[in-house]
């Protein structure tokens, strides 16, 4: 039963293992940086408007907690892309980061690697400091999550000839965004509300949203937000068009290793190969869909 179970999850893991992983932020620096460019995949137009949700830069004891309340109702399965600084060390507030990471991964969020420091890498010096900025993180977020980050984002969307040379080093490919409210510089909930739901209300395919659960506006807009688009969502089944999904990280995930073929007594093979998933516990949350983003990125100084 099990098996039987698993097999569609593993089959759409081979699927989803294909796909480009991030967005490209664009950037003033040039061209997209290779591990991190992607298109919207063949048919991304057709799948209908997706989200996926991400938050930078925390976690932030005062304010995490409030956004894990909202995504939780909802059911949304969210991407925390976190800063080593705040949860480092063995000061009350870094036990009680350390703590809010956990709680993060046992509602079924992910939390990815955003840099010890949240430096800009492509700086002068940052072929020195890039590979222990990420490397660093890394290890703490294994040391407090016991997971080792499977996602990674860079800071300011930053990209160059050394940064790219270190990410292929660490066999690490970047993920990006398509829709930046810039919700650090707004600061105010209405704004970032009505950013939002221009870029929604136009979204024809798959896009990776970038918030920063550091900023009280955008925490404040969350649940307005998700109210707006239950509204919409309403209006559009209503109207017979497509609504907005929200998507989890699944389609963002490394591949799994494979699990050898699973033959049955007279030497019949009945699953020809399973990937089996880092995160078992996550996996029904994932894994759907194909293509991304709309293609307007901009870059955060967040
Ligand atoms: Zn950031």
Not at 150 to 161: F, I, K, S, V, W
Not at 234 to 248: C, F, K, L, S, V
Request: proline share 9%; aromatic share 6%; charged share 25%.
């Amino acid at each position: 039963m099990l098996l039987i179970a698993l097999l569609p999850l593993a089959l759409a893991a081979r699927a989803s293992a294909t796909e480009p992983v991030g967005t490209v932020p664009r950037s003033a620096a040039g061209p997209p940086a290779p591990e991190q460019a992607s298109a919207a995949g063949e048919g991304a137009a057709a799948a209908g408007p997706e989200i996926l949700l991400t938050f930078d830069d925390g976690p932030r004891l005062d304010l995490t907690p409030r956004v894990l309340e909202v995504l939780d109702r909802r059911g949304i399965k969210a991407v925390f892309f976190v800063n080593g600084w705040r949860f480092q060390g063995h000061s009350p507030e870094a036990n009680k980061a350390r703590a809010l990471l956990q709680d993060i991964m046992r509602r079924g969020h992910l939390v990815g690697n955003h840099t010890v420091h949240h430096l800009f890498l492509c700086g002068q010096r940052g072929p020195r400091i890039a590979e222990r900025e990420i490397e660093d993180n890394a290890v703490l977020i294994e040391e407090a999550t016991g997971m080792r980050p499977l996602l990674y984002r860079t800071p300011y969307g930053a990209h160059c000839p050394s940064l790219s040379a270190t990410l292929r080093k660490l066999g690490i490919r970047s993920t990006g965004w398509d829709i930046d409210p810039q919700d650090w510089r707004l600061r105010d909930p209405d704004k970032i509300l009505a950013y939002m739901q221009q870029r929604l209300r136009v979204l024809r395919r798959r896009a990776i949203v970038l918030f920063h659960d550091v900023q009280p506006a955008t925490v404040a807009a969350l649940p307005r937000l998700l109210d707006w688009i239950d509204e919409e969502n309403a209006a559009r089944r209503a109207a017979g068009r497509p609504e907005i999904r929200y998507i989890d990280y699944g389609y963002l995930l490394p591949e799994y290793p494979i699990v050898p073929p699973i033959v049955d007594g007279l030497g019949r093979i009945l699953v020809d190969a399973v990937r089996r998933s880092p995160l078992p516990s996550l996996l029904p949350f994932s894994l759907r869909g194909h293509g991304r983003g709309d293609g307007s990125a901009t870059i955060s100084p967040m």
